[in-house]
């Protein structure tokens, strides 16, 4: 399946998106689209001739959980309304907590890593075939990018994604701006990776831009592509034409020239490099899992129809996990202690920037708080996310902000409080509820969570 040159379709560049010579394809982030029907742009790219793949971001495949359902059923319908090819997801976890842990579900907001553990490793796979099962086409997960690193790591980056590829059969989306995310933060050298993962496998490629700060990388998406980026997406055109490679951009939008000059230093990449193609990587050692190598097992559990029925995940493996998962995001997100081995500095940025990221989405999702809040809106949401992590979406992070706002009987100016009421009760209930009710709701929270 060749896709060709794409670009990430985004309301805010629609119009740039449909007027760019040689866009063969586009991307849509999945969640952002109607079930039942599709924005005007896209029903004109399609009537072109150009692809549209939907690309999830909420299904948190790397989590302890099965996937749900109802979201599953949701990505399929949208895959079905497009026509697409495939669907694309990401391998990482979006929310911990809830029954497994017996502590309230929290919200990430954002894509975080799984443990490249053997334990994470079966619960994905797992995860993975029911999704495939779910879905009308084929499904290509993701690489991510990351702040921090889990302590105890059994496998890297490249082996990690060999053995989901190898064990489930599922595409790979490889994001080579993530792979220098992961060189700058955690010190994981792009080319290993390449070397170690199938890229036979690779369904397309991602390029995207972002932005040092005091030594660590911030995957942005409202950055230029830099050198580095290109310079890894050269090394995987060494290896192998990539059927398909998409340019990302989720905001500050450049002017159109500016996207069309981004997409031409990707294409003068892909054309620079296949002139001395690097001949088939060479099956790597893989790293023995423990079902292969515990005395307790016969010679022929290392046989891959074995490690796939292992792969066939107990509850009690999942309940670890999700303890895991659970204790990191709640440190984000909630101020709680940081688990052992983590890095404690990483982890605050991390924090930080998980706040910033929700500030922002907010503020887009519900523009009017920013508008009658004025310069004080993000100083006080980033007072309002230390005490309360998301758990229900940035919809309800926005009605839950302005609840707690009018609580306190803020804002001061009596004018911007009556708007902001008027704002909470359009969207929520005839009145805002009373300091006793909102106790009463923090109680049963309290109960609910032991």
Known sequence: MKLGIGIGWRPEIADAVEALPGIDWVEAVAENLCADHLPASLVRLRERGVTVVPHGVSLGLGGADRPDPGRLAGLAARATLLGT?????????????????????????????????????????????????????????????????????????????????????????????????????????????????????????????????????????????????????????????????????????????????????????????GGGMRPARKEAPRPASPAATSPADGPDEADRADE??????????RDRVAVAQASLLSALVAGTPAPEGFDRRRLGIQSRALAAKRADVVAKVAPELPEILGRDYRDAFLAYARSRPMSGGYRRDALDFAEQLLIADRPADDAARRRLTHWWQDRAAPRPPRRTTRLARAARSVLVGR
Not at 106 to 115: D, I
Request: aromatic share 4%.
């Open 308 to 317: 796939t029925d292992r792969a066939g995940e107990t509850d009690a493996v």
């Open 85 to 273: 090819p495939l669907v694309t997801e990401h391998i990482a976890f979006v929310r911990a907590g809830g029954a497994r842990t017996g502590s309230p579900v929290l919200e990430a907001g954002h894509l975080l890593p799984v443990p490249r553990t053997w334990a994470a490793l079966d619960v994905l796979c797992e995860n993975v075939r029911i999704a495939q099962d779910s879905l009308p086409v084929p499904l290509a997960l993701e690489n991510i990018a990351a702040l921090i690193s889990w302590p105890d790591e059994e496998l890297t980056e490249g082996q990690f994604l060999a053995e989901l590829v190898d064990r489930t059969g599922v595409r790979l989306l490889i994001d080579v701006a993530n792979l220098h995310t992961n060189h700058v933060n955690r010190g994981e050298d792009p080319a290993t990776a390449l070397d170690e993962l199938p890229v036979e496998a690779i369904a397309y490629v991602h390029v995207a831009g972002g932005v040092e700060k005091d030594g660590v990388w911030h995957d942005t998406h409202a950055h230029p592509v830099t050198a580095p980026v290109l310079g890894i997406l050269a090394e995987l055109r060494s290896r192998i034409a990539p059927p398909g490679v998409l340019l990302e951009r989720d905001d500050d939008f450049p002017p159109a020239a500016g996207l069309g000059d981004e997409l031409d230093a990707i294409r003068a990449t892909l054309d620079a490099g």
